[in-house]
């Protein structure tokens, strides 16, 4: 049964698509099929990005700005899993969601196994690396010696999960391409409870700060991919449900034809979430030229625009998941319909978002450090990451049914252009100029504005529809 606590979610989106039929900018029943998708996954990305949040939260209150400035920087490294594990199991989603719906459970079960494999081989040899040259890879961003200090222990532990977090990715993909986003928020939802729990006792209780902090990550990660594992094998989970899609246990071998199909998807998205991370240790390069309360600051802004793109983990993952399905019938209308209606959807979600934060910036900004020397700056790239995530939207929006589609090289173009060509040297300019932070807060804009227009430029052309038969287990017409 669904706890009344997840309800406003469903209800306020439910509010704005009853709002958008009204004036007749998206269809009823896409409205609801969305929503149904959409919100779980919003309740796991609030309930994921939160926990971030709080973790630099705790430590900041726990040890100091310098703590919060070297999780900033070790986090772009963590985010390495979920580029890389991200990236496999988004080229899979597509797939999976077009032989979910045309009843190939042989194709299926392959993908999801292949998948796994693929995440797995790509993130054991990275977490190595974090394990062993943590030090060396945070000074090479990071500024100030009891920041790396701090950045270089929280590294160090993390990459212990970072597999499980890919893995846990694969397995939130693959239930959501089957059409339920619900057991996924259950479970990664609950991690994120759960590692904000073990944190709290952790770093206050038992004062160990960033190490605390790190260890919570591992051990929540570790328990969730525990129970997706346990769940596709069994096809049912205790007090979670039952699975729409199982694995074969008996069968390990990894289909090579599944494989190239996900390498192929997948390896434009895994370069465009590459581009976005690796763009974040040149740019806290720059930002920690202006020192360590101009970092502390920016990775409290970056935090906040995270928990505001939590719209983006429904509507994104919705969209890829509707449109699959409707290409893998060979409805190419019904495909554009709801590309386009969960598109308008998306934005106009996030124009709410960002006007609400907005309005509040400054409690935001006190809830995560109370120095009057960073206070100032904080509420200044708050309202910058106001204006930058309402792109994310769009970006978002348009990648789900290319993504569905198997079309995903457009998307690292616009990444690429967006931040290498764009953010990084706007953001220099606060060094080079008098611009000081104000070109920071440009560059927020720009790392988003750029990729959306790009993005949204190839969707609109409907060249995926046609890109998308080569990839459907029947090629049908219309």
């Not at 969601?97 to 494999?117: G, M, P």
């Not at 500024?143 to 950045?151: I, L």
Request: glycine share 12%.
């Amino acid at each position: 049964m669904q706890g009344k606590w997840i309800n406003p979610v469903r209800e306020l989106l439910a509010g704005i698509g009853r709002l958008l039929v009204r004036l007749n900018l998206i269809d009823e029943r896409r409205v609801t099929h969305t929503t149904d998708l959409a919100w779980p996954r919003i309740v796991t990305g609030l309930a994921r990005m939160s926990k971030s949040a709080v973790d630099i939260a705790m430590v900041g209150l726990a040890v100091g700005p310098a703590a919060i400035a070297g999780v900033g920087f070790a986090t772009p490294f963590w985010g390495l899993a979920f580029a890389l594990g991200g990236g496999v199991a988004d080229g899979a989603i597509g797939l999976i969601s077009q032989r979910y719906s045309a009843n190939r459970h042989d194709e299926l079960d392959a993908t999801v196994k292949a998948s796994a494999a693929l995440a797995a081989a790509v993130t054991l040899p990275v977490a190595a690396l974090f394990w062993f040259l943590s030090e060396p890879l945070v000074a090479l961003v990071g500024s100030g010696g009891d920041a790396v200090t701090h950045g270089a222990t929280y590294l160090r532990i993390v990459s212990l999960g970072i597999p499980f977090a890919a893995l846990n990715l694969v397995g939130s993909r693959t239930l959501v391409g089957a059409d339920d986003a619900r057991i996924p928020m259950l479970l990664r939802a609950g991690g994120a409870v759960a590692n904000v729990s073990i944190n709290a006792v952790l770093v206050f209780g038992l004062g160990l700060g960033v190490v605390g902090a790190a260890v919570g990550t591992v051990l929540a990660n570790v328990v969730v991919t525990a129970g997706f594992a346990l769940g596709l094998v069994r096809g049912v989970l205790p007090l979670v449900g039952r699975f729409p899609v199982t694995v074969d246990p008996s069968n390990l071998r990894v289909d090579r034809s599944a494989v190239r199909g996900i390498v192929d998807i997948g390896t434009p998205l895994v370069l465009t979430n590459l581009a976005r991370t690796l763009g974040q240790f040149p740019l806290l390069a720059i930002v920690g030229l202006f020192g360590p309360n101009v970092v502390a600051a920016f990775v409290i802004a970056l935090r906040v625009r995270a928990l505001m793109d939590t719209p983006g983990w429904g509507f994104s993952l919705a969209s890829s998941s509707l449109v699959g399905q409707a290409l893998g019938k060979g409805a190419e209308w019904k495909a554009e319909g709801y590309a386009r209606d969960v598109l308008r959807f998306s934005i106009v979600v996030y124009l709410i978002v960002a006007l609400v934060v907005a309005a509040f910036s400054e409690p935001i900004g006190r809830s995560f450090v109370d120095d009057p020397t960073v206070l100032p700056l904080v509420d200044g790239f708050i309202y910058a990451a106001c204006a930058s995530v309402v792109f994310y939207g769009v970006i978002g929006g348009a990648t789900g049914p290319l993504r569905a589609s198997g079309d995903t090289r457009w998307p690292l173009y616009g990444q690429v252009l967006g931040f290498y060509v764009f953010a990084l040297p706007i953001a220099y300019l606060g060094v080079a100029t008098s611009l000081g932070v104000a070109a920071l807060s440009l560059a927020l804009v720009a790392e988003t504005l750029v990729p959306a227009l790009v993005t949204y430029y190839r969707f609109d052309r409907g060249r995926w529809k046609a890109i998308s038969r080569s990839y459907r287990p029947d090629v049908a017409d219309d």
